[in-house]
């Protein structure tokens, strides 16, 4: 096998370049979704800005589709490109701190663990993706939800200023030393615009110590345990946050012999501020039971960003679909815990994220994210290990989600949904700001160069079809 060489062909690059047979090749080109199985003519591992902008000017001056990987958990799989070449942003993760004034800048390859890392040692966080290997970059173009967001607001309520490189390999900075509008665009527009190389956020203290955790209850009493998680947190506080959840209790030894394997139902539960006073607050959801598994103590946020690690391996084949509802009334319930009863595969999950808070509360017009106020965001996460099974577990998922569609709003979280066309990726944005996204990727990417993602295509591309 040969060894990795430096692309002589890319002026200016400095970083290790990897075509198909160079050692660490195939490991460079895999990502989390494990259906996915592309081969770059080149992946481009950027040491900075630099980089980019060599790596960016000679694949347009190429013609070569241009994939852009950030943590590479996009379920698509837009982080990998056949033939082309992948911009790999993964060594330019450098976390940088600022206490005086509670700022934090990363690098557009930096992954939450990196980050939370980063901002935990000085009690400060920026509400962060739920798996410490998800991409910074990436989860907050999307808006980025995670188990802070009804205290602090979704991920880009907290971006303040990002630098891009442009399709014409030109570093732009976006925010109010900056382009405002594309601050706005890049809060939820996804990754249209350019590659992100730096983002600064606002940081928040959150505790070193956190009330949270998980309840696991057999799956039989699924419509309870949502419908009383429900009831709750329609008069909770900001500082509750959480998710029900319907999944298979695991093999672990924290779960009792007798419910490992089987489906359940579950509630991620968190408080953010002090941990008495969270132990207060949740005392309702905990003492409702009995549950079979009640692990809901203090613990460090860092810990409670780790819990869901173990259970979302990388590798594994994924089909995801998502949906904003207009509600949880105990007829769709009924919907998902029937679906769930019967789930074909044991590291499926079904995540319904509670909505209200600081998100619902920033203007909508204040970022490009289309839905703000949706008081529930369910995930349907197909996850199975053989390709033999793929189209099983594709039929369940579909059909669940169709099923439970008399409910959705509409709206699409793009982070959480795969390729399901041109008109959903309209519709999560709506009329007004999909055509200010238009004319935002009109003026930095006319040619459509920034293509595989959830797409905004430029007006010209839309006449040629590119
Ligand atoms: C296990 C798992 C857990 C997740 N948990 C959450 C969660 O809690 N909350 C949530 O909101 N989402 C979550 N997601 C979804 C995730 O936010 C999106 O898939 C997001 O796109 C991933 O970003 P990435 O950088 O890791 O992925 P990639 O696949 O590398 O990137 C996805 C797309 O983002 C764009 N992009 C990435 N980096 C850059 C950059 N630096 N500059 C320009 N464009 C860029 C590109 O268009 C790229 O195609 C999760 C996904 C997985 C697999």
């Given at each position: ?101 509670r700022t934090v800048s990363c690098g ?143 093999a672990a030894p924290f779960v009792p ?133 793929d189209e099983r577990n594709i039929a ?71």
């Amino acid at each position: 096998m040969a060894a990795p060489t430096l692309h002589r062909d890319i002026e200016g690059f400095r970083g290790e370049v990897l075509r198909p047979g160079d050692a660490g090749y195939d490991d460079a080109r895999r990502i989390f979704n494990g259906m996915v199985d592309r081969s770059p003519a080149v992946i481009a591992r950027c040491t900075g800005t630099d980089d980019v902008v060599a790596a960016v000017r000679h694949a347009v001056a190429a013609g070569m589709p241009l994939a852009v990987h950030g943590g590479g958990h996009g379920v698509v799989g837009h982080a990998v490109c056949e033939g082309g070449l992948m911009l790999d942003l993964r060594p330019m993760n450098r976390v940088e701190v600022r206490v005086s004034d509670r700022t934090v800048s990363c690098g557009g390859g930096t992954n939450w663990g990196q980050f939370d890392a980063a901002t935990q040692e000085h009690g400060l966080a920026v509400t962060g993706g739920r798996v410490p290997s998800t991409g910074v970059a990436g989860l907050t173009l999307g808006s980025g939800s995670g188990w802070l967001e009804r205290k602090l607001g979704f991920t880009c309520d907290s971006l303040l200023a990002a630098e891009v490189v442009t399709a014409a390999g030109e570093v732009v900075t976006a925010g109010t030393d900056g382009d405002e509008e594309l601050l706005w665009g890049l809060r939820g527009g996804g990754g249209n615009f350019g590659v992100v190389t730096r983002l600064d956020f606002r940081a928040h203290p959150v505790e070193p110590l956190l009330h949270a955790g998980l309840l696991l209850y057999p799956h039989e009493a699924a419509a309870e345990v949502i419908g009383h998680f429900r009831d709750f947190m329609a008069g909770a506080p900001d500082e509750v946050g959480g998710a029900a959840t319907l999944i298979t209790a695991p093999a672990a030894p924290f779960v009792p012999e007798a419910a490992r394997g089987r489906p359940a139902v579950g509630m991620v539960v968190l408080y953010v501020g002090d941990p008495d006073e969270g132990a207060r607050v949740l005392r309702p959801l905990v003492e409702f039971g009995p549950p079979a598994v009640a692990m809901v103590q203090p613990m460090p946020y860092s810990a409670l960003q780790r819990l869901l690690e173990a259970g979302n391996p990388p590798g594994l084949r994924n089909w995801w679909t998502a949906d904003f509802l207009t509600g949880l009334p105990d007829e769709l319930v009924d919907v998902l815990a029937e679906h769930t009863a019967r789930v074909p595969s044991p590291t499926t999950q079904v995540a319904i994220i509670a909505g209200g808070g600081a998100p619902a509360r920033v203007p909508d017009e204040a970022t490009a994210l289309g839905t703000r106020t949706a008081p529930w965001n369910v995930h349907f996460l197909s996850i199975w290990a053989d390709a033999d099974d793929d189209e099983r577990n594709i039929a369940w998922t579909r059909a669940l989600s169709a099923a439970a569609k008399p409910w959705a709003t509409g709206g699409a979280y793009l982070n959480f949904i795969g390729d399901e066309g041109h008109d959903r990726v309209r519709a999560a944005f709506g009329p007004e700001k999909y055509a200010r996204l238009v004319a935002l990727k009109d003026r930095y990417d006319p040619d459509n160069v920034f293509c595989l993602n959830q797409n905004v295509p430029p007006s010209r591309s839309v006449a040629t079809g590119r």
